[in-house]
């Protein structure tokens, strides 16, 4: 559980940088997905969640083996 908490946190923080720094360049970025139409918006969350899975599934093999 606490490890799950910390990722929370850590993703948390990533997230809110960009809110925080650039909060002018959001608001444009968000106009602009109104564009974009909803299969391309499927397709790109799709292919950014099977890269996370990817990675943490490297991660965990990585660390059984040393």
């Keep these: 559980m606490a ?3 910390t990722i929370l946190g850590v993703l948390l923080v990533l997230e ?6 650039f909060p002018v360049r959001v ?3 968000a106009a602009m997905m109104q ?10 969350g799709l292919v ?3 890269t996370g899975l990817f990675v943490l599934f490297v991660m965990r093999v990585g ?3 040393g």
């Design 48 to 50: 950014s969640m099977i």
């Design 3 to 5: 490890m799950i908490l």
């Design 16 to 21: 809110g940088i960009p809110y925080a720094a």
């Design 63 to 65: 660390s059984w083996l």
């Design 27 to 29: 608001k444009e970025w």
């Design 35 to 44: 564009g974009v139409p909803v299969r391309s918006l499927r397709i790109i």
